[in-house]
């Protein structure tokens, strides 16, 4: 992972590169959007744990896993948006994002860990009943 971060405030990751690594940006406190090319099939633990201006994401098609505390910590992040390729989410993957306000889960999510929207409070109504719905059917 990046030890201290001096990335810019937005970056674009390479078509070469189908992960997102463990810890791969973790802690990048001033990067507040990232875009991604296809290619990309998953987001390994804590990628982006405590990227704290980060405020959207919008996850390419073909990720099937966002792994083990991927976002969490993100505490700027108001809206994700999750493609129908996506068919885990990992324990703790949203903690702390505590100004998410929008993100639907879609019906390909199989298996949501332990406390993936722990501290999640400022949920609309509709997310919220996306969750719980997600949580109930598998």
Not at 72 to 89: M, Q, R
Request: proline share 3%; hydrophobic share 35%.
């Amino acid at each position: 992972g990046v030890q201290t971060c001096a990335l810019p405030i937005c970056i674009t990751i390479r078509e070469s590169a189908t992960s997102i690594g463990h810890y791969a940006f973790s802690g990048c406190s001033m990067l507040q959007s990232v875009f991604f090319h296809k290619g990309i099939t998953s987001i390994e633990r804590y990628a982006w744990q405590n990227c704290t201006s980060l405020t959207r994401v919008d996850i390419p098609q073909g990720v099937t896993s966002i792994g083990e505390g991927g976002f969490c910590g993100c505490d700027c992040l108001t809206i994700v948006n999750i493609p129908h390729s996506v068919t885990f989410i990992g324990k703790s993957a949203f903690h702390g994002c505590s100004r998410l306000t929008r993100l639907i889960i879609p019906d390909s999510v199989t298996f949501i860990g332990e406390k993936a929207f722990g501290g999640c409070v400022s949920l609309s109504s509709e997310s919220r009943h996306s969750i719980e719905n997600a949580y109930s059917t598998y």
